[in-house]
């Protein structure tokens, strides 16, 4: 089994910055991929970025390309997500999730991850 627990969520104006991360426990040896999804009120839980563990991959949504990125730390298992130039449209829970080996089919599909955190809501006022 895995624990994740993601952190650094909050209430933000518009063009500000946010650092969310997420620290996975348990057994983590077997971690393929990590990866953020969000769910705004009213809404589908939809892709935002997702890297392999490798680290010679990583995904983007078109709607964060540029302004949001990704990285991950191998000695603490955890992975963080740079949100820079925040918009109104960013408001959402965000959720940290993981993949075990042998992979998912798709970095951006949620489909392929196996373990999910409890979220972190993200507020961006205009």
């Known amino acids: 089994q895995v624990q994740l627990v993601e952190s650094g969520g909050g209430l933000v104006q518009a063009g500000a910055a946010l650092r969310l991360s997420c620290a996975a426990s348990g057994n983590t040896f077997s971690t393929y991929a990590m990866g953020w999804f969000r769910q705004a009120p009213g809404k589908l839980r939809e892709f935002v970025a997702a890297m392999r563990w490798s680290g010679d991959t990583t995904s983007y949504a078109d709607s964060v390309k540029g302004r949001f990125t990704i990285s991950r730390d191998t000695v603490k298992n955890s992975v963080s997500l740079q949100m820079n130039s925040l918009k109104p449209e960013d408001t959402a829970v965000y959720y940290c999730?993981?993949?075990?080996?042998?992979?998912?089919?798709?970095?951006?599909?949620?489909?392929?991850?196996?373990?999910w955190g409890q979220g972190t809501q993200v507020t961006v006022s205009s």
């Open positions: 999730a993981l993949d075990v080996w042998p992979g998912g089919f798709r970095l951006s599909s949620g489909g392929s991850y196996d373990y």
